[in-house]
């Protein structure tokens, strides 16, 4: 069975194995009481048969052999033990006693049976002064094992008791501990719970631990970085919103004016201008939904094998027409494959708009060439246009969204190149933007190169 309880998993680490060596220690504590019951039982024996071999003397020549009362008597424990003795001659005589007990080896302690009850068994030697043949006697003393096992069953429930407690008092223990050590994870929680959602502001946890403090650093940086995504898309939509506004009271304007228009060349005219400025709002809409999927975390990444070179031939092929139009040579040059692995349509994408602001922004009859190389690991795509270029301390900033040159004659949204370094960065590459041989832009995008 699963245990959720992380204060129950804790407990459970360290009351069981303690409760598995209580258990061994339990196991051992009962040899030991064993063996301490065997030890006094034998002591008592040595005691009793030594009593008894001390009062056997000589008496009108013959040999007596006289039971002192404390002989027995030491075994009187409550347990209501049986005693049995019997003391023979060197020759075997029996001079007083059970005459059937059975005898142990000399000075050894032995287990046995008599009259249907297990005994402890001592035979102990003893010479007796003027005996002649009949020294040295033989004692042998035995006695019933229930004071023995008595005090097995007492010394090990004591031992069980005092590990029972131990155990007990241990689980209490560990249960403050956990309460007091676990107290800083639930007022992380309850901070996590109570912080409002639009402040997702950092957290912080007085007397967290050095094992927890790892925990809440990630959770600030998490929240620093979920603040910083909401921060960004409120920019987005409100940015896309004033991008959105011009065009669409455009469009109104020009749809308005060829309503209102009755020569068929004027409405024309109108008509031409409206459609090209749905072109514009399309393209303007498309490169949004672009950027937004480029955004990190917006759709589930993807790990495609995409050859540059193919996808850079496809995309000229699509922008033929415009540079044909403004009589623009575009070209390609390239050595082959050059294959990286990422999102196929956003790389797809980000050549689009390379090639999209190259061809605008060129002079009409000038050129637009896309390289294509892979040098050290890496997949170069380079795009130089002739047209008026970037100034250096605008180049930073043209990569930032809806950012535009100030007097620019191009129309634009000011997305293009921001849709190539955010899909660059995505593929784990980069964008560096510098002067084209010509005097135009030239735009260098690295990015891993494919394994074999």
Known sequence: M?????????????????????????????????????????????????????????????????????????FDTGDRDSVYYRVETAGGRLLTGYPDLPKAPQHENIGASYRGHPLRLLTLGHPVIGAGEDSPISVTVGVTLAGHDAMVKRLWLSAFAQQLALVAIAGVFVLLGLHRGLAPLIRLRDAVRSADRNELGAIEVSGAQSEIRPLIDALNAYRERVRAQMAAQRRF??????????????????????????????RREALVALQASSGRLARLAEQLLTLSRAEPGSRRPRADRIDLTEAALHVLETQMPAAINRKIDLGLDEDGPVPVIGDGTMLREMIVNLVDNAVRYSRAGGSVTVTLSAIDGEAILTVIDDGP????????????????????????????????????ETAGGRVTLGDGAAGGLAVEVRLPLALP
């Not at 011009?246 to 060349?265: F, G, V």
């Open 237 to 266: 939509i409100a940015n896309a919103a004033h991008q959105l506004r011009t065009p669409l009271a455009l469009l109104s304007t020009q749809a308005s004016y060829a309503l209102r228009e009755n020569a068929a060349d004027q």
């Open 2 to 74: 699963r245990i959720n309880s992380l204060r129950l998993q804790l407990l459970a680490w360290v009351v069981l194995p303690l409760a598995g060596l209580a258990t061994i220690n339990l196991w051992t504590s009962q040899r030991n009481a064993l063996a301490t019951a065997d030890l006094v039982t034998d002591r008592m024996l040595v005691g009793s048969a030594r009593a008894i071999a001390e009062r056997v003397a000589m008496a009108d020549g013959a040999l007596d052999a006289t039971i002192p009362p404390a002989a027995i008597e030491m």
């Open 389 to 424: 270029g970037i100034p250096s301390d605008e180049r930073e900033h043209v990569l930032e969204r809806f950012y535009r040159i100030a007097g620019s004659a191009e129309e634009g949204s000011g997305l293009g190149l921001a849709i190539v370094r955010e899909v660059a």
